[in-house]
């Protein structure tokens, strides 16, 4: 993921603190039980302040025990969040989309052996068939959402529901430009910060998605401008999706 968290609260000084803490703290606990500890989170995309924590995986052998016996520990006023867990089990369990995007920003602090190094390589790449499901589903969802759900709802007598229902579709639509960019889809509480770093978006697309974005009034009509907007930025991306996945829109809905 190339996204540069280039966030104005970030603090410099905070985050050569942070990382200080990390290694100091984790240090102790490296044993022959541990297979491998990776640093994830904000002290790894380069950012930090005070509502930041520091985020550190620890992957153990199997049925042994090491004296991490808390998730939250608290260091010189900053809090630490341990994910423990057994490597082999993380050998063969899925990983979703969310977990792969934390890990595809990580920095392995141990890996004595390369087992995680070779874990990650294996769990962590959006694989071709994802990227085109998601380009497909995105492209089509987006539209049916917007289009066809928010019509539902006014039909029905419920404009809120209507534009809940376009801003759901909103979300598909992220999810087709993460796809056509490459990248794995980042949890729900960056998806838009990380979306407009991608490198292939419609054009204008701050300025446009904002005015799509944002809600004037719960109205039929308000609900009609920001459709009519929304599918101006989704006509422009239709034939760059189409030509992606070689098929047609058409085809996409019976596939999807």
Known sequence: MSTKFLIPSSDPV?????????KEFIQKYISDNVIGIVFLGAIVRGYF???ADIDIAVFKKQNSEIPLTKKFYKIEDLEIQIWLSDYESELTIPWDMAKRWTYSQCRNYFDPQGKISQLLKEKVPLKPEEKKWLMMSGLTLSEWYINRLTQLWVE????ISAHHM???GIIYFFDMLFGLNDEL?????WRYYCVEQLEHLPHNFQERIKEIMHLHAFTIEELERRRGAFMEIWREMQPIIEEEVEMTFDEMVQTV
């Not at 905070?14 to 990390?22: C, Q």
């Not at 029905?156 to 404009?159: A, K, P, S, T, V």
């Not at 889809?185 to 509480?189: E, L, Q, S």
């Open 14 to 22: 905070l985050l050569e603190k942070a990382n200080r803490v990390a």
């Open 166 to 168: 376009f801003d759901q």
């Open 49 to 51: 302040d005070h509502s």
């Open 156 to 159: 029905r007598g419920n404009i």
């Open 185 to 189: 889809v980042p949890d729900m509480k």
